[in-house]
């Protein structure tokens, strides 16, 4: 690698947002080391569903490197014939026991999110994968099976030929044959946006019916949705600077770089599709809906006590036998998931989160914050949102 201006290729299609968080990633690494000449693709070919498109690698290609996804055999030939350092940022080039890989990782993405909806208290799990055609591994799959158990009901794609014609009528189908109510799980945020369609049209209540978390989260699919999505939050951002960082390692000649680097998910945003209490108790479920309500008013166990018109040791006994956690454990949870999710998609405000989330002040809420997630509020707002990373 010569003094002038590093080059490097971004085949790394950017019609949705989590695709442009990695490239963000990628750019802010390069912004630490004098900033690098990226070949970006203006256009690229995306659709909807599956599969996605691919952004070529340039014929005569003589740059320095290459941050890809490996979607396709073709791609992963060319680049490989390309003689380039390259780094793969797709769980589908896991597959290439010769390719270097920054990914999400996925065994870890899939505890996440199984362990999630097994909390929802669901007897029956979906789940809404890839098909298999396209040769995505199944560490993702693996794990989330082996946290819900055998009995998951998988969807079955239609065959490559049928795909595109039939794909939103076979999905339609199964979901009004699933038994309910059932916790769903999506591969992406497309697909859990056509469900959650698919079941407004069809009068099925999302969620107290069929409740939706997807294993991604991408902003932009998740607005065209009628309602909000819950999803893991992979730290794209991250994925896109790690792999920035090994490519510049392979570029300078380091021989060390692993094969694959894997970056842990940051946590599950709940949303209004999974946002769901309706399978437990009644006296259970109004504790909950009165928990929700009366947040921003500074709810504790003995006012909720008084609103559910018991003694505080019944109110303990009952939600410890319906929840296993007491009245304020239960309470703080409201209060962390509402607060990652104005973080994540709001901005407001500390104060105004403060406030909506019943502190009396931001110190205050700042201080509960950092206790159940160690991490100020901003900081994990910089991670959820802005993009800029300054990690050496």
Same mark, same amino acid.
């Given at each position: 690698?010569?003094?002038?201006?590093?080059?490097?290729?971004?085949?790394?299609?950017?019609?949705?947002?989590?695709?442009?968080?990695?490239?963000?990633?990628?750019?802010?690494?390069?912004?630490?080391?004098?900033?690098?000449?990226?070949?970006?693709?203006?256009?690229?070919?995306?659709?909807?569903?599956?599969?996605?498109?691919?952004?070529?690698?340039?014929?005569?290609?003589?740059?320095?490197?290459?941050?890809?996804?490996?979607?396709?055999?073709?791609?992963?030939?060319?680049?490989?014939?390309?003689?380039?350092?390259?780094?793969?940022?797709?769980?589908?080039?896991?597959?290439?026991?010769?390719?270097?890989?920054?990914?999400?990782?996925?065994?870890?993405?899939?505890?996440?999110?199984?362990?999630?909806?097994?909390?929802?208290?669901?007897?029956?799990?979906?789940?809404?994968?890839?098909?298999?055609?396209?040769?995505?591994?199944?560490?993702?799959?693996?794990?989330?099976?082996?946290?819900?158990?055998?009995?998951?009901?998988?969807?079955?794609?239609?065959?490559?030929?049928?795909?595109?014609?039939?794909?939103?009528?076979?999905?339609?189908?199964?979901?009004?044959?699933?038994?309910?109510?059932?916790?769903?799980?999506?591969?992406? $945020?497309?697909?859990?946006?056509? /469900? @959650?369609?698919?079941? !407004?049209?069809? #009068? &099925?209540?999302?969620?107290?019916?069929? =409740?939706?978390?997807?294993?991604?989260?991408?902003?932009?699919?998740?607005?065209?949705?009628?309602?909000?999505?819950?999803?893991?939050?992979?730290?794209?951002?991250?994925?896109?600077?790690?792999?920035?960082?090994?490519?510049?390692?392979?570029?300078?000649?380091?021989?060390?770089?692993?094969?694959?680097?894997?970056?842990?998910?940051?946590?599950?945003?709940?949303?209004?599709?999974?946002?769901?209490?309706?399978?437990?108790?009644?006296? $259970?479920?109004?504790?909950?809906? /009165? @928990?929700?309500?009366? !947040?921003?008013? #500074? &709810?504790?166990?003995?006012?909720?006590? =008084?609103?559910?018109?018991?003694?505080?040791?019944?109110?303990?006994?009952?939600?410890?036998?319906?929840?296993?956690?007491?009245?304020?454990?239960?309470?703080?949870?409201?209060?962390?998931?509402?607060?990652?999710?104005?973080?994540?998609?709001?901005?407001?405000?500390?104060?105004?989160?403060?406030?909506?989330?019943?502190?009396?002040?931001?110190?205050?809420?700042?201080?509960?914050?950092?206790?159940?997630?160690?991490?100020?509020?901003?900081?994990?707002?910089?991670?959820?949102?802005?993009?800029?990373?300054?990690?050496?």
């Amino acid at each position: 690698m010569d003094s002038g201006l590093v080059k490097i290729a971004v085949l790394i299609q950017a019609s949705n947002n989590f695709s442009r968080r990695i490239i963000l990633g990628a750019s802010a690494y390069s912004r630490l080391h004098g900033g690098w000449d990226f070949l970006y693709p203006a256009t690229s070919t995306n659709g909807l569903q599956f599969p996605k498109g691919e952004v070529a690698l340039p014929e005569g290609w003589d740059g320095d490197g290459i941050l890809f996804r490996c979607t396709s055999d073709t791609l992963w030939s060319k680049v490989q014939n390309s003689g380039c350092p390259a780094v793969n940022v797709s769980w589908r080039g896991l597959k290439y026991d010769q390719s270097v890989s920054v990914v999400a990782d996925p065994a870890k993405c899939g505890e996440m999110v199984a362990s999630y909806i097994a909390s929802k208290q669901f007897q029956v799990f979906g789940y809404v994968g890839v098909p298999h055609w396209q040769g995505y591994p199944s560490q993702l799959f693996d794990t989330i099976q082996n946290i819900l158990g055998p009995d998951l009901i998988v969807f079955e794609f239609p065959d490559k030929k049928k795909y595109r014609t039939v794909l939103r009528q076979k999905l339609c189908r199964w979901v009004r044959e699933l038994p309910k109510p059932i916790g769903i799980v999506t591969w992406s $945020t497309d697909q859990a946006r056509i /469900l @959650i369609s698919i079941c !407004l049209s069809q #009068g &099925i209540s999302v969620p107290n019916d069929v =409740s939706i978390v997807t294993c991604e989260y991408d902003e932009l699919s998740a607005a065209l949705a009628p309602i909000s999505i819950s999803g893991v939050f992979q730290n794209p951002n991250q994925v896109g600077f790690e792999a920035a960082q090994t490519l510049h390692g392979m570029m300078s000649g380091q021989s060390s770089a692993p094969p694959i680097g894997l970056v842990p998910p940051v946590d599950v945003i709940e949303r209004e599709s999974s946002k769901v209490v309706a399978f437990y108790d009644d006296f $259970t479920q109004n504790c909950l809906r /009165l @928990i929700d309500h009366h !947040l921003a008013h #500074g &709810i504790n166990a003995t006012k909720l006590a =008084s609103e559910m018109d018991v003694s505080r040791r019944t109110l303990e006994i009952k939600l410890s036998r319906t929840l296993d956690r007491s009245p304020s454990a239960v309470i703080d949870e409201f209060k962390v998931r509402k607060a990652k999710r104005l973080l994540s998609d709001t901005n407001l405000f500390l104060d105004d989160i403060a406030r909506r989330t019943g502190f009396s002040s931001p110190s205050a809420f700042t201080r509960f914050f950092k206790r159940h997630l160690g991490c100020a509020p901003s900081e994990y707002r910089s991670v959820h949102v802005s993009g800029d990373f300054g990690i050496a």
